[in-house]
């Protein structure tokens, strides 16, 4: 099993940054990928940035390219979301995901709130 725990939500006035972090533990040797989605209230989940493991080949939703940067930190098994230029458009839960040799995300983190207010 594999646990993953985010932090760094909160409440942002649109223009600033926050940062978010993902660490996980237990069974991560297996990691491919780990990724960033969010849920806006009365709306799907999506996908907004993922990071390759090996590689570290980076991934972006077009709606946060030149905003958001993802890196990983290998050693300590963490992911961050370096978030610039927040929009109320970002506001919502971002979860956290790692996908396994499956190359499914199998894993979620509880969620933690970002909201930009105008």
């Known amino acids: 099993q594999v646990q993953l725990v985010e932090s760094g939500g909160g409440l942002v006035q649109a223009g600033g940054s926050l940062r978010l972090s993902c660490a996980a533990s237990g069974r991560t040797f297996s990691t491919y990928r780990m990724g960033w989605f969010r849920q806006a209230p009365g709306k799907e989940r999506e996908f907004v940035a993922a990071?390759?493991?090996?590689?570290?080949?980076?991934y972006y939703a077009d709606s946060v390219k030149g905003r958001f940067t993802i890196s990983r930190d290998n050693a300590k098994n963490t992911v961050y979301l370096q978030m610039n230029g927040l929009k109320p458009e970002d506001t919502g839960v971002y979860y956290c995901a790692l996908a396994s040799i499956t190359r499914q995300y199998n894993y979620w983190g509880q969620g933690t709130q970002v909201t930009v207010s105008s």
């Open positions: 990071i390759s493991w090996s590689g570290g080949g980076t």
